[in-house]
């Protein structure tokens, strides 16, 4: 056998192997990332689970985020974010790729609404197909909590009463006992950051 030759079977294990390390990193090339403008209207939710679909798989797990109607008592009239939205799609792209690293997945989607977003109607989408439910699971929960507690992505709660700027408890969790972060400036429109209020989600 010549140096470096494999003997045929594992010289057709290795041909799989990069066949199939080949094929993840096209589908990662295809993985759908959307900060949803405002003004843009709802988000596509089909459309996210069409673009997860893959003959190959057999699960697609989604998580959906909705605005709820009520929080401590007071009456949620909507929600409204706001983003550095070049920043936040480089960190989803991280995030997926984390994910990708940690489980068997074939696609990816995952969407973030800005501007108001009124009760009843969905922020932020997640969906994954894999071979397996438990990888499509796992990734949707790995990919959404992630989110929460590092893209930049800030949200208002808008009562009928009130409003106040929220932190998310992802967020918190993660941060409890560093040195509090240096302040944000304010967006251009006034923005969001440089008056946010902490606040613990129940």
Known sequence: MAGGDLPPAEEAT??????????????????????VEEGSGRLDIARYVD????????AIATFEGTTRDHFAGRHV???RYEAYAAMARRRLAGILREA???????RLAVAHRLGPVP??????????????RADAMEACRYVIDELKASVPIWKKEV???????????EFLDRHSGAAAPAPVPAAK???CCGSKVRVQEA
């Open 51 to 58: 673009h997860v679909r893959d003959l190959s798989a057999g």
């Open 159 to 169: 009562y009928d009463d009130g409003e106040v700027w929220k932190e998310n408890r």
């Open 100 to 106: 990708r690293s940690r489980h068997a997945l074939r």
């Open 189 to 191: 429109t006034g923005g």
């Open 14 to 35: 290795a041909a799989a192997a990069v066949k199939e390390a080949e094929e993840e990193e096209a589908a990662a090339e295809e993985d759908l990332i959307e900060i």
């Open 77 to 79: 009239v909507e929600l």
């Open 119 to 132: 009760a009843g109607e969905a922020s932020v989408f997640v969906a994954a197909s894999a071979t397996h």
